[in-house]
């Protein structure tokens, strides 16, 4: 009977981790099915769908200047490495695709909708990385330090924007244009790709929090309206100082003149 007893007992063992393995299994995969982070595949699908409409999008307008992989050529520079930013800066501003070849790109209307503009740049981020864009809620520039977002203008962006933000000329055809109508987005993605002749300010020099204060005083700058009532255009306070002055001691002068020419001796 013991033989007997040992194999009955050996078979409810085989029977028995069987069913703890079934049992794991099940349970691997009612686990799996609630924690996997969902929609995964579905995200990774929707990336390489903008990428493969971004190419699309990039080999009819842009690779003519730019190349073909986007390597350059002697009428664009290469786009390989300069990140997302870089596109959504360039073509939210209209200054991409560029007309004609200048001495510097002009702001225009952009003529990409956001949708193929956010396409563009998943391409061109496919690439080789690069400074991605900036996601700035209301809330965080609702937040800003506005005064110390204007030390940081007045230190690193009114030699060129001028103190307003109306622009300036620069050297040789060039000029830093009017900030006026730019969004707090594309501030600091001027900020992170520095086009053109505008330096780069990485985010070590100027970090998040700091550029986000930045764009405040921006806006704040170019989109408040006067408290003194007429701004004279915004030209800063030398013009302004020079209109008071004409105006003003001008317009004194000739009462005085006046009252003398009046008074009989
Ligand atoms: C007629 C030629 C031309 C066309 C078309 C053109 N570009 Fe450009 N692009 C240029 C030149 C020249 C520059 C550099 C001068 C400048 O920044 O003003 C430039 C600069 C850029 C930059 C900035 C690169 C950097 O280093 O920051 C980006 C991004 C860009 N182009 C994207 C595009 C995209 C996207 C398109 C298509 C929608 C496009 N361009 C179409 C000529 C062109
Ligand atoms: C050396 C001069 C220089 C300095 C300093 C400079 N910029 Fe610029 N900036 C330029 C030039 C030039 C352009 C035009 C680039 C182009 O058209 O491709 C420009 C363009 C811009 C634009 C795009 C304007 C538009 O059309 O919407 C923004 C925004 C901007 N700068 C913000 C800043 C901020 C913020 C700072 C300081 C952190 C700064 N710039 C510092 C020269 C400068």
């Known amino acids: ?45 929707d990336a ?16 003519t200047c730019h190349g073909l992989g986007a390597q350059g050529s002697t ?7 300069v990140g997302a930013a ?5 073509v939210s501003t209209g200054r991409m695709p560029l007309a004609a070849p200048a001495a510097q790109a002009d702001r225009k209307p952009a003529l990409y909708s956001q949708t193929q503009i956010e396409q563009l740049a998943a391409y061109i981020d496919s690439l080789g990385g690069g400074p991605e864009v900036p996601k700035i809620t209301d809330a965080a520039l609702d937040d800003a ?8 203008y007045r230190a690193n962006c009114a030699q060129c924007h001028q103190a307003v933000a109306q622009g300036a000329p620069l050297t040789y055809g060039k000029f830093a244009p009017s900030l006026s ?64 002055l004409l105006v003003g001691v001008g317009g004194l002068l000739v009462v005085c003149l006046w009252i003398g020419a009046r008074q009989k001796v």
């Not at 691997?28 to 995964?40: I, Q, R």
């Not at 903008?50 to 842009?62: F, I, P, S, W």
């Open 1 to 45: 009977r013991a033989p007997r007893g040992r194999a009955a007992s050996a078979r409810r063992r085989r029977r028995s981790s069987a069913l703890v393995l079934l049992l794991g299994l099940l349970s691997t995969g009612v686990l799996w099915s609630v924690l996997a982070p969902g929609g995964n595949a579905a995200q990774t699908a």
């Open 48 to 63: 390489n769908e903008a990428v493969r409409q971004g190419r699309a999008l990039y080999a009819q307008g842009c690779s």
């Open 75 to 81: 009428t664009g520079p290469s786009l390989i490495g």
């Open 86 to 90: 870089a596109v959504d800066f360039q």
């Open 145 to 152: 330090d506005l005064s110390h977002g204007g030390e940081l």
């Open 181 to 244: 109508e730019s969004t707090p987005t594309q501030i600091v993605e001027a900020m992170r790709t520095g086009p053109e002749s505008m330096p780069v300010f990485g985010d070590r020099q100027i970090d998040e929090k700091d550029a986000v204060a930045v764009a405040a005083y921006v806006e704040h700058l170019t989109k408040s309206k006067s408290p003194g009532g007429f701004s004279l255009g915004k030209y800063g306070p030398v013009p302004e100082g020079l209109l008071g």
